[in-house]
T-cell receptor, first 114, second 111 residues
Framework: AQSVSQHNHHVILSEAASLELGCNYS??????LFWYVQYPGQHLQLLLK??????LVKGIKGFEAEFIKSKFSFNLRKPSVQWSDTAEYFC????????????FGTGTQLKVEL | NAGVTQTPKFQVLKTGQSMTLQCAQD?????MSWYRQDPGMGLRLIHY???????DQGEVPNGYNVSRSTTEDFPLRLLSAAPSQTSVYFC??????????FGSGTRLTVV
């Protein structure tokens, strides 16, 4: 079965620190990859997505992610976090031909301290 | 353009009661899904639909029913609520493979 792993469950950073959140998936076929963010008390919002082409994807709010096919990874990065980035981050994978279903990781809770 | 609208936002049920969580989208999206979100478990797919009249089970379908009589609506029915169904439920819709738009969620407590 396809699975998505986010190994960092809780991350605490100071403002201006750099961020990298890990995401690995287990499916070997063609996949589309997503990162969603959920701010406290809100619904999920799309940060960025990868379908094909340049493996370095830039999203909103200064986030980027790199698809490394050989490592089945799609890590999220931000050079300098802000207090307002405090949220939960979810990696998700869509398998081509899978009925447009998304499989989510368990999420990473990020807290940015002033 | 309201996007994906879920009602109610909060609900408390007694064990054994039934209810329907409503989801409506005004974007003419073909794909719609229901997820439940539990601490430490991320979002898990309950049921999904690829178009009006077509539904299928996701990862955790037991205890839930869905129907898709129109493109706009995708209600989720709890037939006999159990405490294990206490969760936050999200409905989502998509035009194609380019990512889902999520509703604001329904927080359900079963006592």
């Amino acid at each position: 079965a396809q699975s998505v792993s986010q190994h960092n469950h809780h991350v605490i950073l100071s403002e201006a620190a750099s961020l990298e959140l890990g995401c690995n998936y287990s499916y070997g076929g063609t996949v589309n990859l997503f990162w969603y963010v959920q701010y406290p008390g809100q619904h999920l919002q799309l940060l960025l997505k990868y379908f094909s082409g340049d493996p370095l994807v830039k999203g909103i709010k200064g986030f980027e992610a790199e698809f490394i096919k050989s490592k089945f990874s799609f890590n999220l990065r931000k050079p300098s976090v802000q207090w307002s980035d405090t949220a939960e981050y979810f990696c998700a994978v869509r398998k081509n031909g899978g009925g447009n279903k998304l499989t989510f990781g368990t999420g990473t809770q990020l807290k940015v301290e002033l | 353009n309201a996007g994906v609208t879920q009602t109610p936002k909060f609900q408390v049920l007694k064990t054994g009661q039934s209810m329907t969580l409503q989801c409506a989208q005004d974007m003419n999206h073909e794909y719609m899904s229901w997820y439940r979100q539990d601490p430490g478990m991320g979002l898990r797919l309950i049921h999904y639909s690829v178009g009006a009249g077509i539904t299928d089970q996701g990862e955790v379908p037991n205890g839930y029913n869905v129907s898709r009589s129109t493109t706009e609506d995708f209600p989720l029915r709890l037939l006999s609520a159990a405490p294990s169904q206490t969760s936050v439920y999200f409905c989502a819709s998509s035009y194609d493979r380019y990512g889902y738009t999520f509703g604001s969620g329904t927080r359900l407590t079963v006592v």
